[in-house]
């Protein structure tokens, strides 16, 4: 269950933190990085992204007409992004199996693609809905609210139809679907770091993380390519080096270290060095990684994403920073 360290208040999307035993978070915390490393190991190898920013636009604005917790928008996207790979794979297998075969066979893949295109907001929906079930909150999103809004966007759809899509997506992922988020990762690193004496109080740096872990999904592509061309101080990555940085766009340690350094630097910058190290020693990243990661988030928070333009400073981004996380709460 994501988040098992966090204590629900009643009625309330609120969180109280440093209420678990350390022998409880130690155990979580294991758990959790036993599980990166795992997705880590898969991702290796896997061709193209579903995170992309109108995809995931779109999912937090349905989230939020949908009243549901952030929780519950990243663990969709994260649940149509594995659907769409599986997907895409499986149409680029039939391709190159059907290109020893007739015309008629090619025809029949090229119409396989289209009905993917074709049922794109379906699956996304799906995903949304899906994901709704897996919170451990009451709010679940029904059958006839889902056929309301594709009615809505032109979409005819039946129940029948709406639970087939539901069964796709969960057959595609052999109904492994309670993916680890992000969100998930942070919210377990502040629990520890509000054990171990970090001096910005946790439940001040949750509201930070939420507002740039938005950040990160919605410019995911653009932060994680500044972050390559940085990692091999080169602006021009070949083929082979992107495809090996694949894996990182999966590391949830790094992107939760990431996201926590620069909340730190945004709540309380004098502060930032001690988080850093804090987080050095729970994960064993690398404190330059952190720092690398954090300052990509703060660069791209104010619109600089290209290395030949002006680089601002950490103080400006973190000034525009709060201006934004101010305006969301």
Same mark, same amino acid.
């Given at each position: 269950?994501?988040?098992?360290?966090?204590?629900?208040?009643?009625?309330?999307?609120?969180?109280?933190?440093?209420?678990?035993?350390?022998?409880?978070?130690?155990?979580?915390?294991?758990?959790?990085?036993?599980?990166?490393?795992?997705?880590?190991?898969?991702?290796?190898?896997?061709?193209?992204?579903?995170?992309?920013? $109108?995809? !995931?636009?779109? @999912?937090? =604005?349905? /989230?939020?007409?949908?009243?549901?917790? +952030?929780? %519950? *928008?990243?663990?969709? &996207?994260?649940?149509?992004?594995?659907?769409?790979?599986?997907?895409?794979?499986?149409?680029?297998?039939?391709?190159?199996?059907?290109?020893?075969?007739?015309?008629?066979?090619?025809?029949?893949?090229?119409?396989?693609?289209?009905?993917?295109?074709?049922?794109?907001?379906? $699956?996304? !929906?799906?995903? @949304?809905? =899906?994901? /709704?079930?897996?919170?451990?909150?009451? +709010?679940? %999103? *029904?059958?006839?609210? &889902?056929?309301?809004?594709?009615?809505?966007?032109?979409?005819?759809?039946?129940?029948?139809?709406?639970?087939?899509?539901?069964?796709?997506?969960?057959?595609?992922?052999?109904?492994?679907?309670?993916?680890?988020?992000?969100?998930?990762?942070?919210?377990?690193?502040?629990?520890?770091?509000?054990?171990?004496?970090? =001096?910005?109080?946790?439940?001040?740096?949750?509201?930070?993380?939420?507002?740039?872990?938005?950040?990160?999904?919605?410019?995911?592509?653009?932060?994680?390519?500044?972050?390559?061309?940085?990692?091999?101080?080169?602006?021009?990555?070949?083929?082979?080096?992107?495809?090996?940085?694949?894996?990182?766009?999966?590391?949830?340690?790094?992107?939760?270290?990431?996201?926590?350094?620069?909340?730190?630097?945004?709540?309380?910058?004098?502060?930032?060095?001690?988080?850093?190290?804090?987080?050095?020693?729970?994960?064993?990243?690398?404190?330059?990684?952190?720092?690398?990661?954090?300052?990509?988030?703060?660069?791209?928070?104010?619109?600089?994403?290209?290395?030949?333009?002006?680089?601002?400073?950490?103080?400006?981004?973190?000034?525009?920073?709060?201006?934004?996380?101010?305006?969301?709460?």
């Amino acid at each position: 269950m994501e988040g098992p360290l966090k204590l629900r208040l009643a009625n309330s999307s609120d969180f109280q933190f440093g209420a678990v035993a350390t022998e409880t978070i130690e155990n979580a915390l294991l758990h959790l990085a036993q599980q990166n490393e795992q997705a880590v190991k898969e991702a290796a190898g896997r061709m193209g992204s579903f995170r992309e920013t $109108r995809i !995931v636009e779109f @999912v937090f =604005l349905l /989230s939020e007409q949908w009243c549901l917790e +952030k929780s %519950v *928008s990243y663990q969709a &996207v994260e649940i149509l992004e594995r659907f769409m790979v599986k997907q895409a794979e499986n149409i680029c297998q039939q391709a190159t199996i059907q290109q020893r075969n007739t015309k008629t066979e090619l025809q029949n893949w090229r119409a396989l693609k289209e009905q993917l295109f074709n049922k794109f907001i379906l $699956r996304l !929906v799906s995903c @949304v809905q =899906l994901a /709704s079930k897996l919170s451990f909150h009451y +709010k679940i %999103v *029904s059958n006839i609210t &889902v056929l309301n809004f594709l009615q809505a966007l032109g979409y005819i759809c039946t129940k029948e139809e709406l639970l087939e899509s539901e069964l796709d997506v969960l057959k595609s992922l052999n109904f492994q679907i309670n993916l680890p988020t992000p969100l998930a990762y942070v919210e377990m690193l502040l629990e520890v770091l509000g054990y171990n004496g970090c =001096l910005v109080p946790a439940t001040q740096l949750h509201a930070t993380c939420l507002t740039l872990l938005d950040l990160v999904y919605l410019l995911h592509e653009p932060i994680y390519e500044s972050l390559l061309r940085a990692s091999i101080e080169n602006s021009t990555p070949s083929q082979l080096q992107g495809e090996k940085f694949i894996s990182v766009k999966e590391d949830f340690m790094l992107l939760a270290v990431g996201i926590i350094a620069a909340s730190a630097f945004i709540q309380n910058h004098e502060c930032w060095s001690q988080v850093v190290g804090h987080l050095q020693s729970i994960t064993g990243i690398a404190s330059e990684s952190i720092a690398q990661f954090s300052y990509a988030i703060l660069t791209h928070s104010v619109g600089t994403n290209t290395p030949g333009q002006q680089q601002p400073t950490p103080h400006k981004a973190a000034r525009a920073l709060r201006t934004t996380a101010s305006s969301n709460t």
